[in-house]
């Protein structure tokens, strides 16, 4: 469990509604960390979020905290950090990526178009108000506590808009020699969270938040916490072929960006190396990634490939 809206809460963990009783939740965590402990033939890593949701929830004080959105999600006590509303609202860390005029600083920032994360919040907010009622007003979409008891699909929507913005960011201090598009409309295949342009080639790049660890079989990335019939590495293939297309600009290649708790290594390659698919990368490594350190050999014309997309491509 991190910050991510997309985690699994305490009480999903533990296997209990919010509404448990005190006597429920604490035989749920027994059960929960017995049948989770390493030495009983458990998984360590279920066992270790097993301890931190009875920490956030195994007190009534905690518990407390924890149901009024006053604990950051990602810890077990209050904090004067930004939580819940204001962590998650679509100002949050705009400044990174924001046109020089409404930024706080004059460092130089890559140039960015389009608006990361824009659909996926417009996606949340539509699902988030089916699911209250339609006729229900919504004083606050991101309070913590309507989005902490709201279905785990519904908050994975909010968390895909986090990660795309937190891609946009890391690209944005990347320097003015780097050009990102966000939302490309890729037609009947949806949307591509972004291209990026370095010195070093063109990326097609999704960002995504699974709210859990993720492994790669067969040539797809695979977890529990995937919907059923869920595809990305394909789904990005498809999105990526779709903006081709549409520009006449080929990719250098491919990339997934997940959280860093999602997978072992900074970067896995799916496929082959002479003619990989895609890679999945760990966030805290698409810096790298981007400026060259797994990148194929040699350079592209930035100039011609940024004309060329700015005449052509378009944005959902």
Do not use: C, N
Not at 94 to 109: I, L, Q
Not at 147 to 167: D, F, K, M, Q
Not at 174 to 189: K, P, S, Y
Not at 259 to 267: G, H, I, Q, T
């Amino acid at each position: 469990m991190t910050d991510s809206p997309a985690d699994a809460t305490p009480y999903e963990v533990l296997g209990v509604p919010a509404t448990a009783d005190d006597d429920t939740l604490r035989r749920a965590y027994r059960r929960a960390a017995r049948e989770s402990h390493p030495d009983l033939g458990g998984d360590a890593q279920r066992f270790r979020r097993v301890q931190v949701a009875w920490e956030r929830i195994g007190t009534p004080a905690a518990r407390r905290a924890y149901d009024s959105g006053a604990v950051r999600p990602g810890t077990s006590s209050p904090t004067s950090a930004p939580t819940g509303s204001a962590a998650w609202r679509p100002d949050a860390g705009r400044d990174a990526y924001a046109p020089p005029s409404a930024r706080r600083d004059s460092r130089p920032r890559a140039r960015s178009y389009g608006h990361p994360g824009g659909r996926s919040r417009e996606v949340f907010l539509a699902a988030e108000r089916e699911w209250v009622g339609l006729g229900d007003p919504i004083e606050d979409p991101y309070d913590p506590v309507l989005v902490r008891s709201a279905p785990r699909h519904v908050r994975r929507l909010l968390g895909e808009a986090l990660a795309e913005e937190a891609t946009a960011a890391i690209v944005a201090d990347m320097g003015i020699g780097v050009t990102v598009w966000h939302d490309l409309d890729a037609g009947a295949e949806g949307k591509l969270d972004h291209a990026i342009l370095t010195p070093t080639g063109l990326w097609a790049v999704e960002s995504i938040d699974w709210g859990g660890p993720v492994t790669v079989e067969h040539g797809e990335v695979v977890g529990e916490t995937l919907g059923s019939g869920e595809r990305p590495v394909k789904e990005l293939v498809r999105a990526a072929r779709a903006v081709q297309k549409q520009t006449r600009v080929r990719f250098t290649g491919r990339v997934l960006v997940v959280a860093d708790s999602a997978v072992d290594e900074d970067v896995e390659l799916i496929g082959t190396p002479r003619k990989p698919t895609a890679f999945i990368v760990r966030r805290s490594a698409l810096g790298q990634v981007l400026s060259g350190v797994w990148s194929p050999e040699g350079s592209v014309d930035v100039f011609a490939i940024r004309d060329r997309l700015q005449q052509t491509v378009r944005f959902v």
